[in-house]
């Protein structure tokens, strides 16, 4: 493990053994891995790191919540291999959006579940010398973290607009109201910095990148031919394949965990779906494949040309990327077309192709993201964005 002694966190606890909690609506031990699996890996490395999850109830397992497998396993400790405490909190319900003649029903519920909590919970929050908040539910327990543990630093993790994750109404709301209050807001893309009240703490980050789990030598799964993937199944849009598979009979396009919208595409011989796979499975298909995908559907945000994990994880591997024209972001190697426009779809994907492999970009590595966001807000290496 490298020297993390050089990180003044700004607090009490001794630099060997920092405690870092993690509140997100994402747990730890699903198979499809979000940036903040990769981050608390790091967070593992570097202090005793907790994962709680929470936002899931029986409501999730009928939306498809891909924790349904972990149900079982909900309402108890489990420590990972490398160390990592993790608790899924499963309630009968959970704060969501609901009819607006539900609405003063689940505000009244909100107010109970963001003080309401397992013990564990409670417990962690007081140990922790950092408190991390991914978007989109956690925001509910900004009051108890601040009433339990205000020596903690205390940071937001915006990775996506409230647009893009669509949450309840609340979440937006709790969220700029307390903006000020973190210590630090973190976005990896300075348009996100915009979504906050004016004096927010907000700090610019980048996406990290396992570079060398990226590039290790994986045989291929393709019986050879022209190959193109996608994986993931947000903003997934099937009117891309329409467009694209029947124009390149040649080539066979590979949908990993394209979500319930993937499953229209069944009628099209070139095109090969597959489920939810392990991140590292997924790799043999991106590191042998001839272009990545990102088939984001109208409306995608431009944000995301910095902050979607695939186009970099694209980039990082020298793929040329097929997207929309909104997140190209001016970086070479991407391809961009316009979402419900047949036309330019296909001169996306021939271009793309045309254009062929490249050398792969060297981009931040997630030990280095970890050790950005630890930065007391103070620090000359903190990058703030002016809001």
């Not at 002694?5 to 700004?10: E, H, N, Q, R, S």
């Not at 543990?149 to 994750?165: G, K, T």
């Not at 492999?357 to 103070?378: C, H, Q, T």
Request: glycine share 8%; proline share 9%; with cysteine.
């Amino acid at each position: 493990m490298e020297d993390s002694a050089a990180i003044d966190l700004g607090v009490a606890a001794p630099a060997a053994r920092r405690s870092f909690l993690l509140v997100a609506r994402h747990d730890y031990r699903t198979e499809r891995k979000a940036g903040c699996h990769f981050l608390v890996d790091e967070l593992a490395n570097l202090g005793h790191t907790r994962f709680f999850s929470c936002a899931f109830s029986r409501l999730s397992e009928i939306k498809g919540d891909n924790r349904v497998p972990l149900r079982d396993r909900a309402n108890r400790v489990e420590t990972t291999a490398n160390g990592v405490e993790t608790y899924l909190w499963r309630t009968l319900v959970h704060p969501c959006r609901v009819p607006s003649p539900l609405a003063p029903l689940m505000n009244a519920y909100v107010r109970h579940y963001g003080t309401h909590v397992p013990e564990v919970l409670a417990d962690w929050i007081r140990e922790a010398d950092v408190i991390l908040f991914e978007t989109g539910g956690p925001e509910l327990f900004h009051d108890l973290v601040k009433r339990l543990n205000p020596r903690a630093m205390f940071v937001y993790l915006c990775s996506d607009s409230f647009d893009a994750i669509n949450p309840a109404p609340y979440v937006r709301e709790l969220a700029l109201r307390h903006a000020r209050s973190f210590d630090k807001i973190m976005v990896k893309s300075p348009l996100l910095g915009q979504l906050f009240p004016p004096g927010s703490p907000v700090f610019l980050t980048s996406q990290g990148f396992d570079k060398t789990e990226l590039r290790r030598d994986r045989g291929s799964p393709f019986a050879g031919g022209v190959n193109l993937v996608s994986v993931g199944n947000m903003l997934f849009d099937p009117e891309f394949y329409r467009a694209a598979a029947p124009a390149f009979p040649e080539a066979t396009f590979h949908v990993i965990g394209g979500g319930p919208r993937a499953q229209a595409l069944n009628d099209l011989p070139n095109v090969k779906l597959y489920g939810e796979m392990k991140f590292g499975d997924t790799l043999a298909f991106l590191q042998h494949a001839d272009a990545g995908i990102a088939p984001y559907g109208p409306g995608v945000e431009p944000y995301l040309a910095d902050t979607s994990l695939k186009l970099g994880q694209y980039r990082v591997l020298g793929l040329p990327a097929i997207c929309p024209e909104a997140v190209t972001g001016g970086y070479p190697g991407r391809f961009g077309y316009t979402p419900g426009d047949a036309d330019s779809v296909r001169t996306a994907v021939r271009t793309a192709l045309a254009f062929g492999r490249f050398p792969g970009v060297d981009l931040p590595s997630w030990r280095e993201v970890a050790e950005e966001m630890l930065l007391p807000p103070d620090h000359p290496a903190a990058r703030r964005v002016a809001v």
